[in-house]
């Protein structure tokens, strides 16, 4: 049976990454679907855990059996079982302009693969991640006319313009959660970042004559980081057998090399016009949360987040020209600010520690909400928010320490004001987290 439950998981995770997947054809779609992806490093992504995702997205200080929380490497130190992870998302986003115009993009993704196990059973845990850093992912159309000479006399030829975005950077993180005794728990990761992030500008004509071009302005990057993670547990703090945490993380600033690039498509073929080497760096990042159990029913959690985006810096040249690639980031450093978040949300599970409880009433309640300051600002004036609101449910199985969960999320980002765009997004995803006993000796009897 260890065997088959192994098998069915791993055949799980493969159809679960073959649904999000997009075919090649669909590869622009791929992502957050917002036009404020084009700045910066794209939309951030970050996931922890599918128990942390339907409860406001923190979970900084949610210790947990079932689930190995990604943001704060301290609390793989709980780790009995050996974990795989997979999850999968699907997103619908709808965009407003203050002139009526509207739109919308629809696109699925992988949001996580995660493999964690105990070195040594609740002292010791290792962990494993790889799961997207930040996604590029914008289309908008602009339509107009010019007036060019064809078979020697000059005409309004009508045109059409793309603006589109994709790519983005990956991140695969390994590393270490340490319990020191029974209150205090420390962890380290070593982070991996890369990735392309490309920008296009499809030019097509109404005049058969002219030639159809795309030019491509992109930047390929990679580099190294690590985070930091702490983690108290208290007990009998508020009431009897009650449980309270505090934890917290932070990531080091990263520093990225790579090379920007324009290239021409013109009738399939790619001519590559530039190149240029250059170096980014990313701030750090602080994370701090609390979490509560009064019981074995109820878990709270309360969340924040600060990256300090205003420090970016890029010593990628600022101009461009017809071969010159245009400035990265979109609009000069100065399109980026500090970023915050709050987040908090709550779970209930009404069996609590009773087996012999209903299905149901062994399945995990979640819900949860946050709102971002978020760290682009396109016309570097307006401050932009987001907002959501989160839930989900966690089915147990009869696999034992498997969990299959389902979590949704709605929300709203930007404004319509000075020549803005407002995202209305409603994303719904599914996760798949086993967990067995590996890597353990049998006891002779």
């Given at each position: 049976m260890p065997g088959f439950s192994r098998l069915l998981f791993l055949g799980t995770c493969a159809a679960v990454i073959l649904l999000a997947a997009p075919s090649p054809a669909q590869a622009q779609s791929n992502g957050e679907?917002?036009?404020?992806?084009?700045?910066?490093?794209?939309?951030?992504?970050?996931?922890?855990?599918?128990?942390?995702?339907?409860?406001?997205g923190g979970g900084y200080?949610?210790?947990?059996?079932?689930?190995?929380?990604?943001?704060?490497?301290?609390?793989?130190?709980?780790?009995?079982?050996?974990?795989?992870?997979?999850?999968?998302?699907?997103?619908?986003?709808?965009?407003?302009?203050?002139?009526?115009?509207?739109?919308?993009?629809?696109?699925?993704?992988?949001?996580?693969?995660?493999?964690n196990f105990p070195l040594y059973e609740r002292s010791l845990g290792v962990g494993i991640s790889f799961q997207p850093y930040s996604r590029s992912n914008y289309s908008r159309t602009k339509s107009g006319s010019a007036d060019i000479p064809i078979s020697g006399e000059r005409s309004e030829v009508p045109f059409e313009t793309e603006f589109s975005g994709s790519g983005g950077l990956h991140r695969l993180r390994g590393g270490l959660g340490y319990r020191i005794n029974d209150m205090l728990s420390v962890g380290a990761t070593a982070d991996l970042l890369f990735g392309t992030l490309e920008r296009r500008r499809r030019t097509t004509w109404a005049a058969p004559q002219l030639r159809n071009t795309v030019v491509s302005d992109g930047?390929?990057?990679?580099?190294?980081?690590?985070?930091?993670?702490?983690?108290?547990?208290?007990?009998?703090?508020?009431?009897?057998?009650?449980?309270?945490?505090?934890?917290?993380?932070?990531?080091?600033?990263?520093?990225?090399?790579?090379?920007?690039?324009?290239?021409?498509?013109?009738?399939?073929?790619?001519?590559?016009?530039?190149?240029?080497?250059?170096?980014?760096?990313?701030?750090?990042?602080?994370?701090?949360?609390l979490s509560y159990q009064p019981n074995a029913r109820w878990t709270v959690v309360l969340d924040g987040a600060f990256e300090p985006w205003s420090t970016f810096s890029s010593d990628f040249s600022t101009g461009a020209s017809e071969t010159v690639p245009s400035r990265f980031p979109a609009g000069g450093p100065g399109t980026l600010a500090d970023r915050w978040r709050l987040s908090?949300?709550?779970?209930?599970?009404?069996?609590?520690?009773?087996?012999?409880?209903?299905?149901?009433?062994?399945?995990?309640?979640?819900?949860?909400?946050?709102?971002?300051?978020?760290?682009?600002?396109?016309?570097?004036?307006?401050?932009?928010?987001?907002?959501?609101?989160?839930?989900?449910?966690?089915?147990?199985?009869?696999?034992?320490?498997?969990?299959?969960?389902?979590?949704?999320?709605?929300?709203?980002?930007?404004?319509?004001?000075?020549?803005?765009?407002?995202?209305?997004?409603?994303?719904?995803?599914?996760?798949?987290?086993?967990?067995?006993?590996?890597?353990?000796?049998?006891?002779?009897?």
């Open positions: 679907g917002t036009i404020y992806s084009r700045f910066g490093m794209g939309s951030l992504l970050e996931f922890s855990s599918s128990q942390s995702d339907a409860m406001g200080a949610l210790r947990s059996l079932n689930y190995n929380p990604d943001a704060n490497p301290a609390l793989w130190s709980d780790q009995v079982f050996t974990r795989l992870s997979g999850s999968a998302a699907y997103r619908s986003t709808s965009v407003e302009d203050g002139q009526g115009d509207s739109g919308r993009l629809s696109s699925g993704s992988v949001q996580a693969l995660q493999f930047v390929q990057l990679s580099g190294l980081t690590s985070t930091l993670g702490g983690h108290l547990a208290l007990a009998d703090v508020f009431a009897e057998d009650d449980a309270f945490s505090i934890g917290a993380s932070v990531t080091l600033p990263a520093n990225l090399s790579g090379e920007q690039y324009r290239t021409l498509d013109e009738d399939l073929a790619r001519d590559t016009l530039s190149t240029e080497r250059g170096d980014v760096t990313l701030p750090w990042k602080g994370r701090l949360g908090t949300g709550a779970e209930v599970v009404p069996a609590g520690d009773d087996q012999l409880a209903g299905y149901f009433a062994q399945a995990a309640y979640r819900f949860g909400g946050y709102a971002e300051r978020m760290y682009v600002r396109p016309d570097q004036e307006t401050t932009l928010y987001e907002f959501a609101l989160t839930a989900g449910i966690s089915l147990p199985t009869s696999l034992s320490g498997t969990r299959i969960d389902l979590n949704t999320t709605a929300g709203t980002r930007g404004t319509t004001t000075n020549s803005l765009v407002r995202d209305r997004f409603f994303g719904v995803s599914l996760h798949v987290n086993f967990g067995e006993r590996w890597f353990q000796r049998r006891k002779l009897r």
